[in-house]
């Protein structure tokens, strides 16, 4: 069974900076491709970032475009999504998702990031 938890979230001013962990168990990571979302307050749920099972190709939501990085370290079967300049607008419960074909996926928890002075 596919484990996955995020961690890092927390509070930070604006221009701050935050990196989410997201650890995968039960699985072949190196296999698995990772997708970040995340969720405001009354909003739905949206994709942000994503990279592929072996870590060569990244895609961003133009929102986060230049402000945060997704990377995947296979060995620890962990992906972070690195996340500068933050805004009052990153607000969110951050979710990491893994997937792979044929039509595997597995959500995390989700975890706060909250950006305010």
């Known amino acids: 069974q596919v484990q996955v938890v995020e961690s890092g979230g927390g509070m930070v001013q604006p221009g701050g900076s935050l990196r989410l962990s997201c650890v995968v168990s039960?699985?072949?990571?190196?296999?698995?491709?990772v997708r970040w979302y995340r969720q405001a307050p009354g909003k739905e749920r949206e994709w942000v970032a994503g990279?592929?099972?072996?870590?060569?190709?990244?895609n961003y939501a133009v929102a986060v475009k230049g402000r945060f990085t997704v990377s995947k370290d296979n060995a620890k079967n962990t992906s972070y999504l690195q996340m500068n300049s933050l805004k009052a607008e990153d607000t969110a419960v951050y979710f990491c998702?893994?997937?792979?074909?044929?039509?595997?996926?597995?959500w995390g928890q989700g975890i706060q990031v909250t950006v305010s002075s």
């Open positions: 039960g699985a072949t990571f190196s296999t698995y491709a």
């Open positions: 998702k893994v997937l792979r074909l044929p039509g595997l996926e597995a």
């Open positions: 990279i592929s099972s072996v870590g060569g190709v990244t």
